[in-house]
């Protein structure tokens, strides 16, 4: 999971930046029907960015408070996530989520 923490070592939202309880918020979120819950998938953010976000597949940029090694790990994250997707969902199955959103 990608945490962010600011300079006093607390853990802060790695969307807003404020010091909260963080929730896991999936980069591909599991209504993609992508059953990949592995830590590269997670990154840690408050609840109200959470509740935002809802269920968009969002780019790594959302996320204005990761470093920019954690910024690349999540573009490669995406880019497997990508394939993967495009391996195991019919057309379909992309164009019936894109509707959703």
């Given amino acids: 999971m990608f ?3 600011n300079a006093c070592g ?3 939202c790695a969307r807003c930046g404020r ?7 999936h980069f ?3 209504s993609c029907r992508m059953m990949i819950n592995e830590e590269g998938n997670y990154a840690g ?3 109200d960015c959470n509740k935002t976000k809802a269920d968009s597949i969002v780019l790594p ?19 497997y996530a990508r394939s993967w997707i495009l391996g195991h969902c019919t057309d379909k199955d992309i164009l019936d989520h894109v509707k959703q959103l």
């Fill in 3 to 5: 945490i962010v923490k």
């Fill in 19 to 25: 010091v909260s309880v963080l929730t896991k918020d």
């Fill in 45 to 47: 953010i408050c609840g």
């Fill in 61 to 79: 940029d959302w996320y204005l408070y990761l470093s920019k090694a954690q910024k690349e790990g999540l573009n490669r994250y995406m880019k």
């Fill in 10 to 12: 607390e853990k802060i």
């Fill in 28 to 30: 591909i979120p599991k």
